[in-house]
């Protein structure tokens, strides 16, 4: 997306360097000297442990699970086509939604000042702490669930060198449901298709980089803010994060009128870890989601405190239900990622709490706090 994330990208690629294929007139394969590629992988397979506590409800009680198996196996390529254009790519190999590509784009740099971007891109929310997520990442708070936009989707970008990089992207704004004439509480205000926009910095002062973004979506009726900081500095990597979104709803007045109804999504996250080389880095996360419903008597509207749980047909797992992190939650972990088999293999142990506010019973509104505990055991790998 940036020289940024080109940074980022580096630091999963290890490879042979070599020229991409170019046709001459004859159509005949010469390989250019000038450009270079990076083709590189990664990996990641586990052992995890669930006690589903969360779905401990109206006397069901959930069966504990033990579970191997492989979660990541990701082919990288990046590089740069000349002095002023670089271009990264990331297929998803094990399990991809509705392609492989996760991302895919280039980067031209006008100058040493300005440059734009164009591809698959990732979107500019969530602070450091999405921004980071990858094949390494052992835990991420609720927040994520419920941020506006996809994580990785189309955007045309500009990039101006300003104490790190500021960047306009220009991406698709999100829409709702086209068939609805008369959106209900849940019911958004856009049904066309057309861009919007999100404006960020990634800033650099030495081993401190701030980081800013506010994005607009849905007719500029709702917008998000971020703002975190980043510490890297002998060993120690320290992210801090903010994220508040303000969602505009359309709530049916009476038969012919609409009001705007504002909900706030609000996240706290903390993720520290201490390198010790070639031997290990322990860490701890904490995070925490709180959407702060509207609640307008007058109307009928009043904001409930609670996760949903939807039922569903019983030979489902959980007692069946599905549950839905769309209110509240709590995330901490801690563990240890071990380098004592080098810098490109690494098992790690990890131990992760979740917890959230959840209907006590289906037949009053009284709430309950439900927590699952996970351990995680395995192995990283990048090559």
Request: net charge neutral; with cysteine; aromatic share 14%.
């Amino acid at each position: 997306m940036f020289r940024g994330f080109k940074c980022m990208v580096s630091w999963f690629i290890a490879g042979a360097t070599v020229g991409p294929v170019v046709y001459g007139a004859e159509g005949s394969p010469v390989w250019s000297a000038a450009a270079t590629t990076h083709l590189g992988g990664e990996f990641r397979s586990e052992f995890v442990y669930d006690d589903h506590g969360v779905a401990k409800h109206f006397g069901y009680q959930p069966n504990k699970s033990t579970t191997l198996g492989v979660t990541s196996v990701n082919l990288l390529l990046a590089g740069d086509l000349n002095a002023d254009t670089e271009y990264a790519f990331r297929f998803n190999l094990w399990n991809p939604t509705s392609t492989p590509l996760d991302y895919g784009y280039g980067t031209h740099w006008f100058n040493k000042t300005l440059g734009f971007s164009i591809g698959k891109e990732r979107i500019m929310q969530g602070g450091w702490d999405h921004l980071d997520q990858g094949y390494r990442t052992h835990v991420e708070g609720f927040y994520a669930q419920n941020l506006a936009m996809k994580d990785f989707d189309g955007v045309l970008a500009l990039h101006l060198k300003a104490a790190g990089i500021l960047s306009l992207q220009v991406v698709n704004d999100v829409k709702a449901d086209k068939t609805s004439s008369k959106p209900d509480v849940s019911g958004r205000w856009n049904k066309d298709t057309h861009p919007t926009i999100i404006l960020g910095w990634l800033g650099e002062f030495g081993p401190i980089r701030p980081l800013l973004d506010v994005g607009s979506y849905d007719n500029n009726k709702s917008r998000w803010l971020d703002v975190g900081i980043k510490a890297q500095l002998n060993g120690l990597h320290l992210t801090l994060d903010y994220h508040n979104d303000s969602v505009a709803y359309r709530v049916p007045v009476d038969a012919a009128s609409d009001q705007t109804e504002t909900n706030a999504k609000i996240a706290y996250t903390a993720n520290v870890s201490f390198e010790v080389p070639n031997l290990l880095t322990p860490w701890f996360y904490y995070s925490s989601y709180e959407q702060k419903q509207a609640s307008n008597a007058s109307i009928g509207l009043s904001g409930h405190k609670y996760n949903t749980a939807t039922a569903v047909p019983i030979t489902v797992a959980q007692g069946g239900y599905t549950y839905t992190w769309d209110n509240n939650g709590t995330t901490w972990g801690l563990g240890a990622d071990f380098g004592f088999f080098g810098k490109n293999w690494n098992p790690f142990l990890a131990f992760v709490r979740q917890s959230g506010r959840f209907l006590k019973s289906t037949a009053v509104a009284d709430t309950e706090t439900r927590s699952e505990n996970l351990i995680k055991l395995g192995i990283l790998g990048r090559i």
